[in-house]
């Protein structure tokens, strides 16, 4: 026998326990072709407090028996995955919803942040080594909801409220908008976005978001709409007659954002500012037309004038007395019709020389009716009919018991 024969028997004889061991690894089936796990989404990104379905299928050899199925998560080196539906912060929460056989989908409910991992199947055969990670496997991301808008915006402008969150979610998002907890239902569809356009006071509000079929809702955002003073009026504190010596306050009322600074004129004068003017013992001196201005960076805006009347003490007690004579009249008489007219003058006289205060008025000129009662009965009352007047200065005309009817002394008197 040649060298080269033996040579290549040598060969034949080191090469021949090759083969069996190729047939043996394929009957044992470790081959990747017949092992595997296969994920619909290798990336979620899910609601806060929502859940999360992970679907997915496996395969393993023919002829093999699936003893086990779990789901784990971030496995290390050197440790064997535990199974999640044994650990207490998911037991109470996950779902198997697969078989043993090829589905391997799950629930994860009410998922938070702390839920962010990367998660695998696994699933274990009855033949020794026969056991299968599904690698890589699925990412979670978990997300909360924030509304994205400008603190302010000035009445008639546009604006955009945007409902952000830190990924694109997995799911067809359907946007619902809530103004101060209340939902827009005209405002629903799949943009994020919010867009207000002309914007109006009534558009001022706390504004959150949430998607279609999910209870969870965004923290809310405040928007506010400023505008020039509008709807300004004065009030007066007391209200009625004003007697000197009283105190009154005026009261600016102003509707604006941001608030305005408000200015007090007399007539074309400027006399004060804030929204409350107070006149402590008013006098004859600030009788006039009052008005207040409201001002901010918007604009600005006058109220219709009040006026105010200031009537003298002496005056005051004046019509005191006639009102009680009139009632006294009509009780004695029981007259039906009676009339009373009250004209108070409240003469102011600027100061002259000595010789000028000394000039007596014209008693003619300054003749003033005082009072007149008319009965049904003629006989019972006489007409007063014309009284002449004090000295000159501030004086309102009451009766004169000179001009008394001496018949109705004697009705008293009975």
């Known amino acids: ?152 915006v000035t009445e008639g402008d546009s604006v955009r409220l945007t409902c952000k969150s830190s990924c694109a979610l997995t799911d067809g998002a359907t946007f619902i908008w809530y103004r101060n907890s209340q939902p827009l239902t005209e405002r629903r569809d799949r943009n994020n976005q919010l867009l207000l356009q002309s914007v109006r006071r009534e558009d001022a509000g706390r504004y959150s978001c949430a998607l279609h079929g999910h209870t969870y809702i965004s923290p809310a955002v405040q928007l506010s709409v400023t505008y020039p003073p509008k709807s300004i009026s004065v009030s007066i504190s007391p209200s009625g007659e004003i007697v000197e010596g009283d105190s009154v306050t005026l009261i600016c009322s102003s509707e604006s954002n941001p608030p305005a600074e408000i200015s007090w004129f007399k007539g074309g004068t400027f006399v004060g500012s804030g929204r409350i003017y107070s006149i402590s013992k008013i006098s004859s001196d600030h009788s006039g037309e009052y008005k207040c201005k409201s001002r901010n960076e918007h604009g600005e805006k006058y109220s219709d004038a009040v006026t105010l009347n200031i009537m003298s003490v002496r005056c005051f007690s004046s019509v005191a007395a006639v009102a009680a004579a009139v009632a006294v009249g009509v009780l004695l008489g029981g007259a039906s019709g009676a009339s009373v007219m009250y004209i108070c003058l409240n003469k102011r006289m600027n100061r002259r020389s000595a010789m000028k205060e000394s000039v007596i008025s014209d008693p003619i000129e300054d003749t003033y009716t005082a009072l007149e009662l008319k009965s049904m009965t003629s006989d019972l009352y006489d007409t007063l009919t014309t009284v002449h007047p004090r000295p000159p200065g501030d004086s309102c005309t009451t009766l004169d018991p000179k001009h008394e009817n001496p018949s109705i002394n004697r009705k008293m008197l009975q």
């Open 1 to 152: 026998m040649s060298f080269n024969t033996i040579y290549v028997l040598l060969m034949s004889v080191r090469m021949a326990p090759r083969l069996p061991l190729i047939v043996l690894l394929m009957i044992h089936g470790v081959s990747g072709a017949d092992w595997g796990v296969s994920y619909s989404h290798s990336h979620i990104c899910a609601l806060k407090n929502s859940s999360v379905i992970m679907s997915c299928t496996y395969t393993y050899p023919t002829g093999y028996k699936i003893k086990k199925v779990f789901w784990t998560k971030g496995p290390v080196k050197g440790v064997e995955p535990p199974d999640l539906s044994e650990d207490p912060e998911y037991s109470q929460r996950l779902q198997y919803l697969g078989d043993k056989q090829q589905n391997c989908t799950i629930r994860l409910s009410h998922v938070t942040q702390k839920d962010a991992h990367m998660y695998y199947f696994r699933f274990i055969t009855n033949v020794t080594d026969g056991v299968w990670l599904g690698k890589p496997g699925v990412t979670l991301t978990v997300t909360d909801l924030q509304v994205e808008a400008p603190e302010r």
